[in-house]
């Protein structure tokens, strides 16, 4: 079975500084793709990295950068320099490629960036 | 942005009335899929698609049916609407591309059933 887990509800960080988002997922998958999405309060679901389980290094992209540590099966989003804008809620997700085509989604995290 | 539109984008229905919502995609991307999202919950499967006529069910199919005639409609249907399908629905699509296959959503649907 497939599982992903989020543990922090909410998150507060000030604005310019950096912030985790913890998430760890249970797979039987040996090969594996793991994402992050973004939901602000307008509701649209965005894309933001993508992190495949053989990848020898951190995917980055901009100011995100996921913290794989796969025998921890931990994959953990890194955002740099937050902004007001960083505000929203994210969800991980982790599809297994010989269990289906099904994405399992995290309960989210709530991201609150002071100013 | 990947090209997928819901319809309608916002519902008020009554109990035991059977709803339907679509989703239009332009990508002619394989994959669609069907998930509601609950406060506490996240996104959960309700049904997905791999092919014009071939669909599976999602952790939670019950009260849910789907019908796809063509690539690009994904059709979602609440057979006699409930109190506990209130939800906001997306629909996403994919092509498959290993484990690399990244997934796009469309704009949500918010149904209130009174």
């Known amino acids: 079975a497939q599982k992903i887990t989020q543990t922090q509800p909410g998150m507060f960080v000030q604005e310019k500084e950096a912030v985790t988002l913890d998430c760890t997922y249970d797979t039987s998958d040996q090969s594996y793709g793991l994402f992050w999405y973004k939901q602000p309060s307008s509701g649209e679901m965005i894309f933001l990295i993508y992190?495949?389980?053989?990848?020898?290094q951190n995917a980055t992209e901009g100011r995100y950068s996921l913290n794989f540590q796969k025998a921890r099966k931990s994959a953990n989003l890194v955002i740099s320099a937050s902004q007001l804008g960083d505000s929203a809620m994210y969800f991980c997700a982790m599809r297994g490629i010989f269990t289906g085509n099904q994405f399992y989604f995290g309960t989210g995290t709530s991201l609150t960036v002071i100013p | 942005d990947a090209g997928i539109t819901q319809s309608p984008r916002h519902k008020v229905t009554e109990t035991g009335t059977p709803v339907t919502l679509r989703c239009h995609q332009t990508?002619?991307?394989?994959?669609m899929y069907w998930y509601r999202q609950d406060p506490g919950h996240g996104l959960r499967l309700i049904h997905y698609?791999?092919?014009?006529?071939?669909?599976d069910k999602g952790e939670v199919s019950d009260g849910y049916s789907v019908s796809r005639s063509k690539t690009e409609d994904f059709l979602l249907t609440l057979e006699s609407a409930t109190s506990s399908q209130t939800s906001v629905y997306f629909c996403?699509?994919?092509?498959?591309?290993?484990?690399?296959?990244?997934?796009?959503f469309g704009p949500g649907t918010r149904l209130l059933v009174l």
């Open positions: 698609s791999y092919g014009v006529k071939d669909t």
């Open positions: 996403a699509i994919s092509e498959p591309s290993g484990a690399k296959e990244t997934q796009y």
């Open positions: 992190q495949g389980s053989y990848d020898e």
């Open positions: 990508e002619n991307h394989r994959y």
